[in-house]
Structure formats: structure tokens, C-alpha cells
């Protein structure tokens, strides 16, 4: 059995939240891709920053979290590495997940009172 890549295991994440969680705002950072030079100069000229995690969120009581989205294999580059310790000193949530059930865990967590 194939296992989903990021893309796929991401755009299911989405699909859930958007269901199980109807009035949390959430939304992708299309960091990287098939950018040209001049198109990823511009982006970064524009405030690009690498290591910006995948999907944002607005939490209650005015928390920002983030997840990064890996596939199976996938590792943190030093960026996201970077992002992920100034986020979460300063009191931003933050986390790493490869799964569906990690996204609804994570999420279980962070919405819990």
C-alpha cells in the first residue's frame, strides 16, 4: 500500500478541520515549489520567509498555532527547525504531524480548556 505524501495527507487535514472544527480559522502558507528566480525573489522581497510552517491557525483567547505537515520520511529543515523555537518561546503553539490522527490529536490538545 502506497503511503499519502504531504500534499495528500495535508489537503485531508483541511477537509477534517473544515468539518470537525466549522468556526476555526485555518489556512495554508504555500512556502516553496516550482518558483522561478525572479519569482522567488520577489516572494521574498514580498516577506517569504523559509521555514514558515504549513497550515496557521487562530486559536481562542487570541493563541496562534501552526503545523508543519510531513510525510512519512520527512525531516525539519534547519528554517523550519528555527521557526518552530522562536514560535514556541514565544507562546505560540506549534506542532509536527504525519498523520491525519496527529492533526486531530494536535488539535484535540490545543482547543481542550
Known sequence: M???PEADIQIAA???IRMAYPTLTVWCCPNGGNLSRAQAGKFKAMGLLAGVP???FILPQGRIGFIEMKGPRGKL???QREFRDKAERS???WAECRSLEDVAFTLDQ???P
Open 2 to 4: 502506497r503511503k499519502a
Open 14 to 16: 483541511i477537509q477534517f
Open 54 to 56: 504549513d497550515l496557521h
Open 77 to 79: 529543515s534547519a528554517e
Open 91 to 93: 507562546g505560540c503553539q
Open 110 to 112: 490545543w482547543l481542550s
